[in-house]
């Protein structure tokens, strides 16, 4: 069985079939873990990552004509995987659970829990912004371009976010 034989049937079966289809392969093999890091840093619990990371990709699949494929991928991968993510996180809505605290406290991995639960405190533009500029390493005017903001907002929600999530931080810890 070829790649090109586990395309969905809808597509007619074409010359330029096999390298569009090679190049969606080879995208999809490259950029999984990207997609199920960012993913996550987004806020997509992880019992519903492998259907988010599903998709982007079905997404990512259905407008491969509308890519520009002479620009890097991952800020068109970005913004789909933020929309998918802010669909996700509409769904499951949850409010804080009382004992936070506590259950922070006895994880095994706290420090990690923690994090989570400081970026999940977030709102959703200042989370983006935390996450393109401080785990994904890009900068304040390459966040705005690709949200469609100024850099100077792109300043202003990191800066936020900071605020956010030391506030955030010494809450859970017990602090004031």
Known sequence: ??????????????????????SFYAIYERELSYV?????????????????VHDVFVIVHRRWADIDHARPIRPWLFGVA???AAGMRRKHRELPSADMESSVAASPHAE?????????SLTDD?????????????????????????????F????????????TLTRLRGGA
């Not at 840093?41 to 988010?52: E, I, K, N, P, T």
């Not at 994904?136 to 705005?144: P, R, V």
């Open 36 to 52: 199920f890091k960012t993913l996550g840093r987004l806020g997509v619990d992880a019992a519903d990552l492998a259907d988010a």
């Open 1 to 22: 069985m070829t790649k090109t034989a586990a395309l969905p049937q809808y597509l007619s079966v074409t010359e330029s079939v096999p390298a569009v289809a090679d």
């Open 82 to 84: 933020r929309r998918v």
């Open 112 to 120: 990690r829990d923690l994090l989570w639960r400081v970026l999940g």
């Open 156 to 167: 202003s929600r990191l800066r936020l976010a900071r605020e956010d999530m030391r506030a």
């Open 126 to 154: 200042r989370r983006e912004v935390v996450v393109l500029h401080d785990l994904e390493g890009y900068t304040g005017a390459e966040i705005g371009e690709l949200l469609g903001i100024p850099a100077n907002t792109v």
